[in-house]
């Protein structure tokens, strides 16, 4: 196999990945609506977004034509993808500086958790907002 991960993955076209430096991650479960607030500060974040390959079965339990769909990864820098995660569902902030230097928020109702290793895994299932803020200001 190939150490390429375009030819680990050809479906890796359809990702986009940016960092966020001095990364805080607020997070207000769902369910209980009265449980825990999350708040982490001072996280070196990477987003990951795009179509990745969801593969199926028809309802014999054999291969169907496979589907591209959306998600939204948030890990911390450094960290591979975990192979297994569990997470809560909440109402999720996450706010710092891009790569390219400009203020970003992004927001949106998705799952917050922790990995088999105890990193952080966030996923949104549908594009969560995002707001930027240019070093001059508001544009």
Do not use: K
């Not at 996923?123 to 070093?135: C, D, L, Q």
């Amino acid at each position: 196999m190939s150490d390429d991960p375009d030819e680990r993955d050809p479906w890796g076209a359809h990702l986009s990945r940016f960092s966020l430096a001095n990364a805080q991650v607020t997070a207000i479960p769902v369910e209980p609506p009265d449980g825990d607030l999350t708040v982490l500060s001072n996280l070196r974040l990477v987003v990951e977004e795009g179509r990745y390959e969801h593969l199926r079965e028809d309802a014999a339990g054999a291969p169907a034509p496979s589907a591209l769909l959306y998600g939204c990864y948030v890990r911390e820098v450094g960290l591979p993808p975990p192979s297994s995660w569990a997470g809560s569902d909440a109402q999720i902030v996450i706010t710092g500086m891009h790569e390219n230097g400009w203020d970003v928020t992004i927001a949106g109702p998705g799952a917050i958790g922790r990995d088999e290793n105890g990193a952080l895994e966030i996923s949104f299932e549908r594009p969560p907002r995002i707001a930027v803020i240019g070093p001059e200001g508001l544009r």
